[in-house]
């Protein structure tokens, strides 16, 4: 069994966890079987979110049901300490649990936000409280932002960091992860797929498994996705030169079209979210065309429907991506998509 201990944290895990968005959008039957199968099958290491609507109930649901060590991390987009309290008891209840191994501070996104979050009254007082009172064993930060993890890194405020890591985002290969790992800082890569974007499951896991000592997370909603990418893991990670080709291609493909979630585009004149209106595919993709009815994704797709084409932000685009030709793109999607709802 391919092993590590997660940082400072001391926690000893499968390198393979299981990521709990897709469990959203089947049904609770299927939820809850296929989180069974990965239990079942070697997985020891779960993440979810208060943000993933039924998520945290049906694992909790499984985890009844065997007897099997689970390790789980769960987060909180409250950047408050009695608001991230009042999550994490909602979290306890919907597992079924009287203590989670690692809690986190979901989607940082900019320095305001993790300033509010590590200031006085912020979640990480609240994580700080929870940990001395035995709720939590840890805590942890997930953010998509490098320049932002690089800050978290330095400081050494938390155990754990969530970083996008893939073969269409390796910056973090150089950037965060070995920097993180020399702090004792553990390390969960998320997106190994990019968020759906990446269809092959044998370059897209070889590549996130080559790298020693990260915990990589996988989000799936059926037992046979599930074994697909076990076998993968259980396998080599040497890349051949057949497959060396075959990531470049990918690369190749997605070079003009594919928002890497840095944001350096920002701020847009309209306020729109940028990364989130290029990357919706993925988003309902990963949770199901109902979301494109609910709040916040509701508001984004509003949004950018008055974009107004000035182009302001790709002057500042590092990848020189064609922002307001991808928006429309997407928007036109998405209505297809409402068409079906």
């Known amino acids: 069994m391919k092993r590590m201990t997660l940082g400072r944290t001391g926690l000893e895990v499968t390198r393979f966890g299981f990521g709990g968005i897709p469990i959203q959008r089947v049904s609770e039957k299927q939820a809850v079987e296929t989180v069974l199968h990965a239990v079942e099958r070697g997985i020891d290491f779960i993440d979810t979110s208060r943000g993933y609507t039924t998520s945290e109930r049906r694992i909790g649901m499984a985890l009844q049901q065997t007897d099997k060590r689970v390790i789980i991390a769960s987060k909180s987009r409250s950047r408050t300490s009695d608001g991230i309290r009042t999550d994490l008891e909602t979290s306890l209840k919907e597992l079924q649990r009287g203590h989670i191994e690692i809690y986190q501070c979901h ?70 992860i070995p920097k993180a790992i020399d702090k004792k800082i553990g ?8 968020g759906g974007i990446i269809d092959n499951a044998r370059l897209a896991l070889k590549y996130v498994f080559s790298h020693q000592d990260i915990l990589v997370i996988a989000g799936v909603e059926h037992k046979g996705l599930f074994d697909e990418n076990w076998a993968i893991f259980q396998g080599s990670y040497e890349l051949d030169d057949e497959e060396k080709e075959g990531i470049e291609e990918i690369r190749k ?53 008055h974009c107004s084409e000035c182009g302001e932000c790709m002057t500042r685009c590092p990848y020189e991506l064609p922002i307001p030709e991808l928006i429309q793109k997407n928007l036109l999607w998405v209505d297809e998509q409402l068409k079906s709802l």
Do not use: W
């Open 107 to 176: 989607f940082v996104k900019n320095i305001n936000e993790y300033e509010q979050v590590i200031s006085p009254g912020g979640a990480l007082e609240g994580l700080i409280k929870a940990k001395e009172e035995g709720l939590i064993g840890h805590f942890g930060i997930s953010c998509h932002s490098l320049d932002l993890l690089d800050r978290v890194i330095d400081d050494g405020l938390f155990h754990t960091i969530m970083v996008c890591f893939s073969l269409l985002e390796p910056e973090a290969r150089e950037r965060i």
């Open 187 to 194: 390390v969960i890569a998320m997106k190994p797929f990019s």
């Open 253 to 305: 493909r997605f070079e003009r079209n594919f928002c890497r979630r840095c944001d350096y585009c920002l701020p847009c004149t309209e306020g729109i979210s940028i990364q989130t209106i290029l990357g919706i595919r993925s988003i309902i993709k990963r949770t199901g065309n109902a979301m494109l009815r609910r709040g916040r994704r509701q508001d984004v797709i509003e949004k950018a429907r």
